[in-house]
């Protein structure tokens, strides 16, 4: 189940965490 979660992908853009480190841009902020 885990490894699962561990796959998928997460949501685009930069959220309270910090910017996102894959460098994509939400469609809320484009």
């Not at 979660?5 to 965490?17: A, E, H, S, V």
Request: net charge positive; aromatic share 10%; no cysteine.
């Amino acid at each position: 189940m885990l490894l699962i979660f561990y796959l998928l992908d997460g949501t685009p853009g930069p959220n309270k965490y910090g910017p996102d480190p894959k460098g994509r841009v939400s469609a809320a902020a484009a």
